[in-house]
């Protein structure tokens, strides 16, 4: 079993920066990718970042030049930097990695997740 720790979210002004961590338990070596998704009031989850062990990173268009996703393999833990936030980006964090190998994945699993408001 693989637990995933966020920490990070909170209230930001438009135009504000965060940044969001997640540190999983076990070895980093058995992680395929790590993910964060993002579930605004009312909607349905979406991926909004994704990084591979490769360290191949995709993003959802909506974020793109302005959330950067990384890694720490020596830490084990995942972060998302946001800046220039907007409203719009108000949901819950959650984080998600695929666990199993480098070119393969058997489980997946999800952080608790994080309440990222954007508001004046």
């Known amino acids: 079993q693989v637990r995933l720790t966020e920490s990070g979210g909170g209230l930001v002004q438009p135009g504000g920066s965060l940044r969001l961590s997640c540190a999983a338990s076990g070895s980093s070596v058995n992680i395929n990718a790590m993910a964060w998704y993002r579930q605004p009031p009312g909607k349905q989850r979406e991926l909004v970042a994704r990084i591979t062990s490769f360290d191949s990173t995709y993003y959802v268009d909506s974020v793109k030049g302005r959330f950067t996703i990384s890694r720490d393999n020596a830490k084990n833990t995942m972060y998302l930097q946001m800046n220039s936030l907007k409203p719009e980006d108000t949901a819950v964090y959650y984080c998600?990695?695929?666990?199993?190998?480098?070119?393969?994945?058997?489980?997946?699993?999800w952080g608790q997740g994080t309440q990222v408001t954007v508001s004046s």
């Open positions: 998600n990695v695929r666990w199993g190998g480098p070119y393969y994945y058997t489980d997946e699993y």
